[in-house]
T-cell receptor, first 111, second 117 residues
Framework: DAKTTQPPSMDCAEGRAANLPCNHS???????VYWYRQIHSQGPQYIIH???NNETNEMASLIITEDRKSSTLILPHATLRDTAVYYC????????????FGAGTRLTVKP | GAVVSQHPSRVICKSGTSVKIECRSL??????MFWYRQFPKKSLMLMAT?????????EQGVEKDKFLINHASLTLSTLTVTSAHPEDSSFYIC?????????????FGSGTRLTVV
């Protein structure tokens, strides 16, 4: 699977949008972009995923550039409970292949 | 949504003893589950892939005789840390694919914090 690059940490003010970037310049055409987050001492939580179109769900929006070499996860109105480590993962989707994590971005939402 | 239940959430054991961690898929069948280990302030590291009815596949550097994985049913995988030592103290997390062959990703357990004293 392609590797990803994320900033190690970011801060965001409560109520503002949090924009988390991810660089995946070596992504292949059949690889999806996934975002997970991990709140302290818990298992990772699925947020969103996409292939090439922008995606939105109740938690976040995912913006993927046209060349698919980078993406941005947007939390539209960050709350204190969104403080977590956010992982961007690219992977080929086929039966039972594993999911590997990079270092992620530690997002701190401040009051 | 799909739930993966992991127990215990915390365990403290003496050096030299063995500890079993259970991972159950509550409302779906999982032919494959994955086990991760996470040290403080570090990312998740894949340890092994657990396949129902067959031997687990271990990542390079992970001792298969120390970390015994059993996947006897479609809803249960267990990880046994044998002859535990303080350096095995870590956060262990399991995951399972919720839908076979789709892009839906994986659901993770809540993790087990193991402390070996």
């Amino acid at each position: 699977d392609a590797k990803t690059t994320q900033p190690p940490s970011m801060d965001c003010a409560e109520g503002r949008a949090a924009n988390l970037p991810c660089n995946h310049s070596t992504i292949s055409g059949n690889e999806y972009v996934y975002w997970y987050r991990q709140i302290h001492s818990q298992g990772p939580q699925y947020i969103i995923h996409g292939l090439k179109n922008n995606e939105t769900n109740e938690m976040a929006s995912l913006i993927i550039t046209e060349d698919r070499k980078s993406s941005t996860l947007i939390l539209p109105h960050a709350t204190l409970r969104d403080t977590a480590v956010y992982y961007c993962i690219v992977r080929v989707v086929y039966n039972n292949n594993d999911m590997r994590f990079g270092a992620g971005t530690r997002l701190t939402v401040k009051p | 949504g799909a739930v993966v239940s992991q127990h215990p959430s915390r365990v403290i054991c003496k050096s030299g003893t063995s500890v079993k961690i259970e991972c159950r898929s509550l409302d779906f069948q999982a032919t494959t589950m994955f086990w991760y280990r996470q040290f403080p302030k570090k990312s998740l590291m894949l340890m092994a892939t657990s396949n129902e009815g067959s031997k687990a596949t271990y990542e390079q550097g992970v001792e298969k005789d120390k970390f015994l994985i059993n996947h006897a049913s479609l809803t249960l995988s267990t990880l046994t840390v044998t002859s535990a030592h303080p350096e095995d103290s870590s956060f262990y997390i399991c995951s399972a694919q919720t839908s076979h062959g789709t892009e839906s990703g994986y659901t993770f357990g809540s993790g087990t914090r193991l402390t070996v004293v």
